[in-house]
């Protein structure tokens, strides 16, 4: 069974970093690529990133409202992947959720339940 | 980026009756090589993550009921529910997966009438 799991949200002040992490289990993870979606409480989906596989370079891509703030990684090895998140903002609060897909061009076909993270002083 | 716009913005159904939901998008998303529409649709039921419901505007996820199937090309899309069950009042949301960034439509929530 596909399974993908987040996990290191939380409370958070605005400027501060936080690591959030996917881990991944029931099927080979290094032929997928990984993406991040976030939703404000009360909002809508927004994309925020994604990372393809190393056979493609693994190089992400982020949306503009958080290019040069979060960096995605992955450790194929541990079959996990991270939203490192800088700089954060009080708009940067919500649900983030990671989603895998076979690559760029390619839907996002399994979602994880959630970590919600709270950027407030 | 490309704008993916839907309407309405909520809507109610009576049981057993159609919904529909159109998805616009700002580009054109039909590739003419493999003649793919690179839109996807989504669920997202109260308190749950999204899950994938169409993708190639058309081609139904494994599991899925029939009553739901997208229509559609290049720029204009509809999702039809086509027999509305209680189980399906939730948030649907389209998706562009052409470029990046892989925008969505702001969703359109569907209750029972």
């Known amino acids: 069974e596909v399974q993908l799991v987040e996990s290191g949200g939380g409370l958070v002040q605005p400027g501060r970093s936080l690591r959030l992490s996917c881990t991944a289990s029931?099927?080979?993870?290094?032929?997928?690529?990984i993406s991040w979606v976030r939703q404000a409480p009360g909002k809508g989906l927004e994309w925020v990133g994604f990372i393809p596989t190393k056979t493609y370079g693994a190089t992400p891509y982020y949306a503009a409202s958080v290019k040069g703030r979060f960096i995605i990684s992955r450790d194929d090895s541990k079959s996990i992947a991270y939203l490192q998140m800088n700089s954060l903002k009080p708009e940067d609060t919500g649900v983030y959720f990671c989603?895998?897909?076979?690559?760029?061009?390619?839907?996002?076909?399994?979602w994880g339940q959630g970590t919600l993270v709270t950027v407030s002083s | 980026d490309i704008v993916m716009t839907q309407s309405p913005d909520s809507l109610a159904v009576s049981l057993g009756e159609r919904a529909t939901i159109n998805c616009k998008s700002g580009?054109?998303?039909?590739?003419?090589?493999?003649?793919?529409?690179?839109l996807a649709w989504y669920q997202q039921k109260p308190g749950q993550s999204p899950k994938a419901l169409i993708y190639?505007?058309?081609t139904r996820e494994s599991g899925v009921p029939d009553r739901f199937s997208g229509s559609g090309s290049g720029t204009d899309f509809t999702l039809t529910i086509s027999s509305l069950q209680a189980d399906d009042v939730a948030i649907y949301y389209c998706q562009q997966y052409w470029s990046p960034p892989y925008t969505f439509g702001q969703g359109t929530k569907v209750e029972i009438k």
């Open positions: 989603t895998r897909l076979v690559g760029s061009g390619w839907p996002h076909d399994y």
């Open positions: 190639w505007a058309s």
């Open positions: 580009q054109d998303l039909l590739y003419t090589s493999n003649n793919k529409n690179y």
């Open positions: 029931g099927f080979t993870y290094g032929d997928y690529a």
